[in-house]
């Protein structure tokens, strides 16, 4: 994932080296290097008519946050799988990955040395070096180098292995330096670069196979209904909405809102003391055995207080500091705000609890540099796990209506065969990339009954036809069509009726 973009890099495109003894002028290519090696007897030509200077975008790019520990560990075998030539591997995001594990090879970071540079017998502490802090499993971060500028999320890169100069030659100053080493971040230089829509290993082209039986897509559906009514205490109706919410994204943008949104949140939620795990954990273990992105948030009051949420930069050490809503498109996000406990928040607490809120809301997050604030858009569904109704304005209310007694944990996932489980990651991961439209013929249909929702209750904003219209659009591709019907819309009106009914009987 890109985390930050550094300053402009300027390199000889083009040079020319002449040999001091016979006089022979060789024109190279500087693309794809940092350190030019001269032949002996040769020296470089500074004639500006064959020394073209170029530029070329550095980015700061660490592992995909939040990334679930299936995904990890079947990206892994695709490396081991990939095609070997000469005795490195060559295959697509496997190739990046050995590239970020080749120097440390634990999945643990802590304060202990790690090795660094190629072949470099130095050590730098890592509490040392800003620049090695990033990154997820103990992954150092890759400088991808690009002759054009780039602004994606998160992409898949191919190319070439910078030149490390050994730890050995530089010294405090050069750690200082607005831009890190090769021997302390790992530089690739970007031949082939391509946006990726998804993280989910198991979405291949073969896989849309599965859109094309509707039996299959019904089943998967099912299956996927069964597991989170499992979960969520047998109630059917936060499972319904549970799965839409997994399926959601943000398809598109106007001026200020982002279309395709739904937060969730689930209220009346059971306290199951404190020898157990929270509801919110046990439907936490479940999701994450699904989705190839997730991440936990307890809504605790040291959390709120404590935890920096949006990122910031750091002009010292020219980085970019994470933060705990900084995710990469389609990361799921659950909230337990059943764990915030009555007291006082602080400064950063109410940054934190707005910026929360303005993810909810808009999909929006806040960068911090230091003396001014830049929002740049995400896409990450928020589930929020709530008592009562929750302090994270701007969702959707479902009451939790539960038959069972407590949270089956991971046993809903656990009495699942691998195919089954390998079933579900493949349908969600599907679902989500359908591209779903809206038939003229319905839209007279929608238009009608808005109109007729608006005699009915006339606080019926714009707001709420959009809410219709996302669930509607996440209906469809729960059931693995690219086109809105009427009874994907008639299901809605259902949906949204039972849950109105819970919300008055409360």
């Given at each position: 994932?890109?985390?930050?973009?550094?300053?402009?890099?300027?390199?000889?495109?083009?040079?020319?080296?002449?040999?001091?003894?016979?006089?022979?002028?060789?024109?190279?290519?500087?693309?794809?290097?940092?350190?030019?090696?001269?032949?002996?007897?040769?020296?470089?030509?500074?004639?500006?008519?064959?020394?073209?200077?170029?530029?070329?975008?550095?980015?700061?790019?660490?592992?995909?946050?939040?990334?679930?520990?299936?995904?990890?560990?079947?990206?892994?075998?695709?490396?081991?799988?990939?095609?070997?030539?000469?005795?490195?591997?060559?295959?697509?995001?496997?190739?990046?990955?050995?590239?970020?594990?080749?120097?440390?090879?634990?999945?643990?970071?802590?304060?202990?040395?790690?090795?660094?540079?190629?072949?470099?017998?130095?050590?730098?502490?890592?509490?040392?070096?800003?620049?090695?802090?990033?990154?997820?499993?103990?992954?150092?971060?890759?400088?991808?180098?690009?002759?054009e500028k780039e602004g994606r999320h998160f992409l898949s890169c191919e190319g070439l292995r910078g030149q490390?100069?050994?730890?050995?030659?530089?010294?405090?100053?050069?750690?200082?330096?607005?831009?890190?080493?090769?021997?302390?971040?790992?530089?690739?230089?970007?031949?082939?670069?391509?946006?990726?829509?998804?993280?989910?290993?198991?979405?291949?082209?073969?896989?849309?196979?599965?859109?094309?039986?509707?039996?299959?897509?019904?089943?998967?559906?099912?299956?996927?209904?069964?597991?989170?009514?499992?979960?969520?205490?047998?109630?059917?109706?936060?499972?319904?909405?549970?799965?839409?919410?997994?399926?959601?994204?943000?398809?598109?943008?106007?001026?200020?809102?982002?279309?395709?949104?739904?937060?969730?949140?689930?209220?009346?939620?059971?306290?199951?003391?404190?020898?157990?795990?929270?509801?919110?954990?046990?439907?936490?273990?479940?999701?994450?055995?699904?989705?190839?992105?997730?991440?936990?948030?307890?809504?605790?009051?040291?959390?709120?207080?404590?935890?920096?949420?949006?990122?910031?930069?750091d002009y010292e050490t020219n980085r970019m500091q994470s933060g705990k809503l900084q995710f990469s498109a389609?990361?799921?996000?659950?909230?337990?705000?059943?764990?915030?406990?009555?007291?006082?928040?602080?400064?950063?607490?109410?940054?934190?609890?707005?910026?929360?809120?303005?993810?909810?809301?808009?999909?929006?997050?806040?960068?911090?540099?230091?003396?001014?604030?830049?929002?740049?858009?995400?896409?990450?569904?928020?589930?929020?796990?709530?008592?009562?109704?929750?302090?994270?304005?701007?969702?959707?209310?479902?009451?939790?209506?539960?038959?069972?007694?407590?949270?089956?944990?991971?046993?809903?996932?656990?009495?699942?065969?691998?195919?089954?489980?390998?079933?579900?990651?493949?349908?969600?991961?599907?679902?989500?990339?359908?591209?779903?439209?809206?038939?003229?013929?319905?839209?007279?249909?929608?238009?009608?009954?808005?109109?007729?929702?608006?005699?009915?209750?006339?606080?019926?904003?714009?707001?709420?036809?959009?809410?219709?219209?996302?669930?509607?659009?996440?209906?469809?591709?729960?059931y693995g069509c690219a086109e809105m019907s009427a009874d994907h819309w008639r299901h809605v009106g259902e949906?949204?009726?039972?849950?109105?009914?819970?919300?008055?009987?409360?």
């Open positions: 994932m890109i985390q930050d973009q550094f300053e402009p890099e300027y390199y000889l495109n083009t040079y020319q080296l002449v040999n001091t003894s016979t006089g022979d002028k060789v024109l190279c290519c500087g693309k794809y290097r940092d350190v030019f090696n001269y032949p002996p007897n040769y020296e470089l030509d500074e004639d500006p008519a064959v020394a073209i200077t170029d530029e070329r975008t550095t980015l700061y790019c660490v592992p995909i946050p939040a990334e679930t520990e299936w995904a990890k560990a079947a990206f892994r075998r695709d490396t081991e799988e990939g095609l070997e030539v000469g005795g490195e591997q060559t295959s697509g995001r496997g190739a990046k990955r050995g590239l970020c594990d080749e120097d440390g090879g634990d999945d643990k970071m802590d304060s202990s040395d790690t090795q660094i540079g190629d072949g470099s017998s130095k050590r730098c502490k890592q509490q040392d070096e800003g620049h090695m802090k990033e990154g997820d499993g103990g992954q150092k971060p890759v400088l991808p180098v690009l002759d490390s100069r050994t730890v050995q030659a530089e010294g405090a100053a050069e750690r200082k330096a607005r831009s890190p080493p090769p021997s302390l971040v790992p530089r690739l230089h970007c031949i082939l670069s391509r946006l990726l829509s998804h993280s989910n290993p198991l979405v291949t082209g073969g896989s849309l196979a599965l859109l094309k039986d509707s039996s299959a897509v019904g089943g998967a559906r099912e299956l996927a209904l069964s597991v989170l009514t499992e979960v969520l205490l047998g109630d059917r109706l936060a499972a319904e909405y549970a799965l839409l919410h997994i399926l959601s994204s943000v398809y598109g943008r106007t001026e200020v809102l982002a279309l395709g949104s739904f937060a969730v949140n689930i209220s009346q939620c059971p306290l199951l003391g404190a020898q157990s795990l929270s509801f919110a954990t046990s439907y936490f273990s479940v999701l994450q055995d699904l989705v190839p992105k997730c991440h936990f948030l307890p809504m605790t009051l040291t959390n709120m207080n404590t935890l920096r949420f949006t990122p910031k930069k389609g990361t799921l996000l659950v909230v337990d705000e059943t764990q915030l406990s009555p007291g006082r928040l602080n400064e950063q607490g109410v940054q934190n609890l707005a910026s929360l809120c303005h993810l909810c809301r808009w999909q929006r997050i806040h960068y911090d540099f230091q003396y001014y604030n830049t929002e740049f858009s995400c896409d990450t569904p928020v589930m929020v796990f709530s008592e009562g109704r929750s302090i994270i304005k701007d969702n959707c209310e479902v009451p939790l209506d539960p038959v069972a007694l407590a949270p089956p944990g991971d046993r809903a996932i656990k009495r699942l065969t691998e195919p089954q489980v390998r079933t579900l990651r493949e349908y969600l991961g599907v679902c989500r990339e359908i591209q779903c439209s809206l038939p003229t013929e319905l839209q007279t249909v929608v238009g009608n009954d808005f109109v007729a929702l608006r005699r009915v209750d006339p606080g019926a904003t714009a707001d709420t036809l959009h809410h219709l219209l996302c669930l509607a659009r996440l209906v469809s591709i729960s949906l949204e009726q039972k849950r109105k009914n819970r919300l008055l009987s409360q």
